[in-house]
């Protein structure tokens, strides 16, 4: 009964969720302007500490949303909740002038379980895309004299990505899975121009929604030495647009002379094929060493923003993990650290967005015997250039997940 109430105490967390459309805004980024925001690269469990990387690591002890393969691997008779946190202040940087900013909120709710012996599924509900940005004081001139207005922009949101994963172990071996994505969400775009007697307020809602499939595949080649492989389908986004147009006399708190709502389907956003691949061994004892890459196909896209072009992406993580022999017995916490580099999927006036991170963490250990664990990250991040008037960001991100696992459909027995 319990184990019931844990589930139905999880779909209640995802129902407020489906009904507004959106985990709230998690990026303070200008970057986040573009397309459909800044990318959201933070899991359940430990891969935030180890570079982002998990493609080949099966699910035992934690939720791994890198490869669906990997939730053949969930125990029997468990199940297991992840809840994680996010903290990030940014430093943004263009030509001589610098703000600071800060984020934070959650960064999603999991739910893992078996289905056979050999099988297991998966429901992960995270943040796809993420949407905070505010450019303030732009100046234009009045078409056909010479005074000028001033235009205020800000825009929230991003899209979820509701994830149902299924995994098969064919063998002790070889396991398999697919993924089946509904992403969905809403971007909001407010502007304000302020004439000399008069001011025009645009508010713009953007929908999005649409369904993506994938298949993974792992292969242990010895005990600790895997490979894994992922896919996932392109996405034609279907959006529709909400448009509102207010017209005050004075300042936005004067009289409304007028509105105006306009609704349209705007044309496909499309989601590129993705493919990638994965590595993990122990390197020495006691010390595990991972290795991802990942590439996207936004060039097949044809698809360009108003001020960038789309380009391919190419993701490269490699995480290092120091997991004491006896730490089941002994409450030893894991170690890990982690490099990631991501090439960006935009180019504005011939310069790439391209970043890079560095993290660490650990893993404190709360059930010895069923392996519950409090999964702690920080990473320090660069993105972005001054150069070509764009903008330069330095970012610390703390993330806190905690991975509870229960034992499932275990009966009591009382003399």
Same mark, same amino acid.
């Given at each position: 009964?319990?184990?019931? /109430?844990?589930?139905?105490?999880?779909?209640?967390?995802?129902w407020?969720?489906?009904?507004?459309?959106?985990?709230?805004?998690?990026?303070?980024?200008?970057?986040?302007?573009?397309?459909?925001?800044?990318?959201?690269?933070?899991?359940?469990?430990?891969?935030?500490? /180890?570079?982002?990387?998990?493609?080949?690591?099966?699910?035992?002890?934690?939720?791994n949303?890198?490869?669906?393969?990997?939730?053949?691997g969930?125990?029997?008779?468990?199940?297991?909740?992840?809840?994680?946190?996010?903290y990030?202040?940014? $430093?943004?940087?263009?030509s001589?002038?610098?703000?600071?900013?800060?984020?934070?909120?959650f960064?999603?709710?999991?739910?893992?379980?078996?289905?056979?012996?050999?099988s297991?599924?998966?429901?992960?509900?995270?943040p796809?895309? $993420?949407?905070?940005?505010?450019?303030?004081?732009?100046? =234009?001139?009045i078409?056909g004299?010479?005074?000028?207005?001033?235009?205020?922009?800000?825009?929230?949101?991003?899209?979820?990505?509701? $994830?149902?994963?299924y995994? #098969?172990?064919?063998s002790?071996?070889?396991?398999?899975?697919?993924?089946? =994505?509904f992403?969905?969400?809403k971007?909001?775009? $407010?502007?304000y121009?302020?004439?000399?007697?008069?001011?025009?307020?645009?508010?713009?809602?953007n929908?999005?929604?649409?369904?993506?499939?994938?298949?993974?595949?792992?292969?242990?080649?010895?005990?600790?030495?895997?490979?894994?492989?992922?896919v996932?389908?392109?996405?034609?986004?279907?959006?529709?647009?909400?448009q509102?147009?207010?017209?005050?006399?004075?300042?936005?708190?004067?009289? !409304? !002379?007028?509105?105006?709502?306009?609704?349209?389907?705007?044309d496909?956003?499309?989601?590129?094929?993705?493919?990638?691949?994965?590595?993990?061994t122990?390197?020495?004892?006691?010390?595990?060493?991972?290795?991802d890459?990942?590439?996207?196909?936004?060039?097949?896209?044809?698809?360009?923003?108003?001020?960038?072009?789309?380009?391919?992406?190419?993701?490269?993580?490699?995480?290092?993990?120091?997991?004491?022999?006896?730490?089941?017995?002994?409450?030893?916490?894991?170690?890990?650290?982690g !490099?990631?580099?991501?090439?960006?999927?935009?180019?504005?006036?011939?310069?790439?967005? =391209?970043?890079?991170?560095? =993290?660490?963490?650990?893993?404190?250990?709360?059930?010895?015997s069923?392996?519950?664990?409090?999964?702690?990250? #920080?990473?320090?991040?660069d993105?972005?250039t001054?150069?070509?008037?764009?903008?330069?960001?330095?970012?610390?991100?703390?993330t806190?997940?905690l991975?509870?696992?229960?034992?499932?459909?275990?009966?009591?027995?009382?003399?």
């Open positions: 009964m319990k184990n019931k /109430l844990a589930f139905i105490h999880f779909l209640g967390l995802l407020p969720i489906l009904m507004n459309g959106q985990l709230s805004t998690l990026s303070s980024s200008p970057y986040s302007l573009y397309g459909l925001g800044v990318y959201n690269y933070q899991t359940p469990g430990k891969a935030n500490a /180890l570079g982002y990387t998990g493609i080949a690591d099966n699910s035992f002890g934690s939720i949303k890198l490869n669906p393969a990997s939730f053949a969930i125990p029997l008779n468990t199940f297991t909740y992840d809840v994680g946190l996010r990030e202040v940014q $430093n943004l940087q263009q001589y002038e610098s703000e600071t900013k800060n984020s934070g909120n960064s999603g709710i999991s739910f893992a379980f078996p289905v056979t012996e050999k297991g599924m998966g429901i992960i509900l995270a796809y895309t $993420n949407v905070g940005y505010e450019i303030s004081d732009i100046q =234009s001139n078409e004299t010479d005074e000028i207005f001033l235009t205020n922009v800000e825009g929230h949101g991003g899209l979820n990505d509701l $994830n149902l994963n995994g #098969y172990a064919f002790e071996n070889l396991r398999v899975g697919l993924s089946s =994505s992403l969905f969400g971007i909001t775009e $407010n502007e121009n302020y004439f000399v007697n008069n001011t025009l307020y645009l508010r713009e809602d929908s999005y929604s649409g369904f993506r499939f994938g298949f993974g595949i792992q292969y242990d080649f010895f005990k600790n030495t895997s490979l894994g492989a992922v996932n389908s392109p996405v034609n986004l279907k959006s529709v647009q909400e509102e147009i207010f017209q005050y006399r004075g300042g936005i708190t004067g009289t !409304l !002379l007028g509105t105006e709502t306009i609704e349209t389907s705007n496909d956003f499309i989601l590129p094929l993705e493919i990638g691949m994965g590595f993990k122990e390197l020495i004892k006691e010390l595990m060493i991972s290795a890459y990942r590439h996207e196909f936004w060039d097949q896209t044809n698809q360009t923003d108003d001020i960038g072009d789309f380009i391919d992406r190419d993701f490269y993580g490699l995480g290092l993990e120091y997991l004491p022999e006896n730490r089941m017995k002994t409450k030893a916490m894991e170690y890990r650290l !490099l990631k580099y991501d090439s960006g999927n935009m180019n504005f006036n011939g310069e790439n967005v =391209s970043g890079y991170g560095l =993290s660490t963490g650990v893993g404190i250990p709360l059930n010895l069923l392996g519950s664990m409090i999964n702690l990250s #920080y990473t320090y991040g993105r972005g001054i150069s070509n008037g764009l903008v330069r960001e330095n970012y610390h991100l703390l806190l997940n991975s509870l696992i229960g034992n499932w459909f275990t009966k009591r027995r009382f003399y």
